[in-house]
């Protein structure tokens, strides 16, 4: 009874913190609601996650969280589902209890049959002694803002301690991903239940890349450390392997990734899809209905977005680390490769709290096919200088190649490149992830969180 009394006075409180935020223009309210009631009800996430009739979802990985989150919720929703969501991509615990708390009532009852939480890889351990999920669905994994996460390997090992002791979860699991297939295939054997492990990647040769890149983690058996074969990589690491020495290799994944169609552009996505389908069919979903919630998605805020200013199409493509970057290049270049202006970029690197203050991956990214083909590239954010020093390296040559204009003003940045673009074609924004609010701030006037 303690608990509820709490509870209920924490989300009163909530409600007005609420409303002054959003009152005063100072943000979606998408975070502070939640910090403020977890001070008056310490368990509130707790006591709000566990009256969930079809159970929590938890999205977890270094790319793709919040553009699988909405396919997913699509999914659900054309299924009848009722769903709460935490959109707005506010990923660490207050982001989580502030979502749960916008679809409560007065007295802490909510009435809705899921919730789909994206959840920070790094604070994954801290979530789910709070909440226990009927399915945990993990991405990848890949190097992202080292200054707060450390490598791979860090993430993976707090992954392993706070997943393993799981009881009744479902965990669905990337299995082109060598760590998370390895780590899998450890729970398998632990849980001695192959039901409650799910897999899924690509099975499409002809997607192979030329060449393993430069922006690579986990090439390496996890199991014996011995260097992975390859029969093909997808995207950095994530392919099809096997160990020549102690014979680890792939899990198979759960659909036949060629028979699915994709949502948006780029290879990445496709991971996405299939990532939302997989898990979604554990709840009893229909493949025509997912297909049909595929069809019809449209793209999250900042990730492959879609929007026209001042009658020039914009899409606004979030790349906040090498692998990441990578795979917006690669979808810029092919997309533009019969330009003949080439295609027009605004970059924008900045490098607060959430981008990473290290910058230093830029030149794992490779920049060299875009330095080479696009026409114009303006660079613009905390960082520029950083980003123009590295673009200008991937010229083939000193002047040839893009056309780099440094503006240091992101107002002036986005007029030039508007203006630099030929009639007709699209301006692609490449920004980090403060980069993107502001940028979206810009274009439509109104704030994310």
Not at 8 to 37: E, K
Not at 271 to 289: D, R
């Amino acid at each position: 009874m303690v608990d509820r009394i709490r509870l209920g006075l924490a989300i009163w409180v909530a409600r007005v913190v609420t409303a002054l935020v959003r009152s005063l223009g100072l943000g979606a309210a998408s975070v502070l609601p939640g910090s403020v009631a977890r001070r008056i009800q310490p368990q509130a996430l707790r006591l709000l996650a566990r009256q969930y009739g079809q159970g929590v979802v938890l999205v977890a990985g270094t790319n793709g969280k919040t553009t699988t989150s909405l396919l997913l919720r699509s999914m659900f929703e054309d299924h009848g589902f009722s769903v709460t969501h935490n959109a707005t991509g506010a990923n660490l615990v207050n982001g989580l209890t502030a979502a749960l708390l916008a679809d409560a009532n007065w007295w802490g009852r909510i009435d809705r049959d899921v919730a789909i939480l994206e959840v920070d890889e790094n604070v994954l351990r801290l979530v789910l002694p709070e909440i226990r999920p009927r399915v945990l669905l993990a991405l990848n994994l890949f190097r992202d803002q080292l200054d707060r996460y450390g490598e791979v390997d860090t993430i993976a090992r707090r992954w392993r301690e706070a997943i393993a002791p799981l009881e009744n979860a479902t965990v669905v699991l990337n299995g082109d991903d060598p760590t998370l297939s390895e780590f899998g295939q450890q729970l398998e054997k632990q849980w001695e239940d192959l039901a409650r492990v799910q897999y899924f990647g690509l099975n499409e040769p002809d997607r192979y890349l030329e060449e393993i890149p430069h922006a690579v983690d986990s090439i390496y058996c996890p199991r014996c450390g011995t260097s992975l074969n390859y029969r093909g990589v997808y995207l950095s690491h994530l392919g099809d392997y096997q160990c020549p020495s102690c014979g680890f290799a792939k899990s198979k994944p759960r659909l036949n990734s060629a028979d699915w169609p994709q949502i948006l552009i780029g290879l990445y996505n496709k991971y996405n899809t299939l990532a939302a389908a997989a898990t979604a069919q554990l709840f009893g979903v229909e493949e025509t209905t997912l297909r049909g919630s595929i069809r019809e998605f449209k793209a999250a805020f900042g990730r492959a977005e879609e929007l026209t200013v001042e009658g020039t199409p914009v899409r606004i493509l979030l790349s906040k680390n090498p692998v990441g970057t990578n795979e917006t290049l690669r979808a810029i270049v092919e997309l533009s490769q019969d330009r003949p202006h080439g295609a027009t970029v605004l970059v924008v690197l900045n490098d607060r709290i959430p981008d990473g203050t290290d910058v230093s991956w830029i030149w794992d990214a490779d920049t060299e096919k875009l330095a080479q083909s696009a026409g114009t590239i303006v660079v613009s954010g905390d960082r520029l200088y950083d980003m123009a020093l590295r673009l200008t390296y991937s010229q083939p040559q000193p002047g040839a190649g893009a056309r780099i204009i440094p503006e240091a003003d992101l107002d002036q940045a986005i007029k030039q490149a508007l203006a630099a673009v030929p009639a007709g074609e699209t301006l692609y924004i490449v920004p980090t992830y403060s980069a993107m609010l502001e940028v979206r701030q810009i274009l439509t006037g109104r704030g994310i969180l």
